[in-house]
T-cell receptor
């Protein structure tokens, strides 16, 4: 089966500009996650969707970050305006759902490396 | 609240030697525990997981880990390192309830010396 797809793979922008990332999860996966991975650190959850509803966005800086998952499939994550500290890899992951052991098997995409100058 | 501590940000082993990557966790409820591997410029790949049952779990590529509740540990081992094992390894914990969020450690970079 096809894995989690993300685009673009790399993006360089200047501070105060806006940027958007796209994610297409594995077919049939109801739960979608966006993580931020700063260099030298582990991934940190930004937002979690179950179908097209938000389950957890407590770590999302809502003054500049937004995310949506229209129709419960693809998702976009946007940053506007970007700051230097937003430089990181943004990882998208998906899982079958919230219930059962398989729910904990998250499959990750290759990530988008964002550099803010 | 959950947290994960990975001892040693860098570990070097010789090819054929034992690999031991350490992970300790804190959790207010019985945890679910995971090891992920990340190769350069790639996403994370699940190596193995502990949810319930047998405390010694086997994963892909010859890796295994043992859940020790008394030590709050979930160390990752492999009897004989291969050059292809060179990567970054992340331990993660989930409460196993509700939104099943994963909390990751800071990672351990494994170098295999020929």
């Amino acid at each position: 089966e096809a894995g989690v797809a993300q685009s673009p793979r790399y993006k360089i922008i200047e501070k105060r500009q806006s940027v958007a990332f796209w994610c297409n999860p594995i077919s049939g996966h109801a739960t979608l996650y966006w993580y931020q991975q700063i260099l030298g650190q582990g991934p940190k959850l930004l937002i979690q969707f179950q179908n097209n509803g938000v389950v957890d966005d407590s770590q999302l800086p809502k003054d500049r970050f937004s995310a949506e998952r229209l129709k419960g499939v693809d998702s976009t994550l946007k940053i506007q305006p970007a700051k230097l500290e937003d430089s990181a890899v943004y990882l998208c992951a998906s899982s079958l759902g919230l219930a059962g052991f398989r729910a904990y098997e998250q499959y990750f995409g290759p990530g988008t490396r964002l550099t803010v100058t | 609240a959950q947290s994960v501590t990975q001892l040693g940000s860098h570990v070097s082993v010789s090819e054929g030697a034992l690999v031991l990557l350490r992970c300790n966790y804190s959790s207010s409820v019985p945890p679910y525990l995971f090891w992920y591997v990340q190769y350069p410029n790639q996403g994370l790949q699940l190596l193995l997981k502990y949810t319930t049952g047998a405390t010694l779990v086997k994963g892909i590529n010859g890796f295994e880990a043992e859940f020790k509740k008394s030590e709050t540990s979930f160390h990752l081992t492999k009897p004989s390192a291969h050059m292809s094992d060179a990567a970054e390894y992340f331990c993660a914990v989930s409460e196993g309830t509700g939104a099943n969020n994963l909390f990751f450690g800071t990672g351990t970079r494994l170098t295999v010396i020929p």
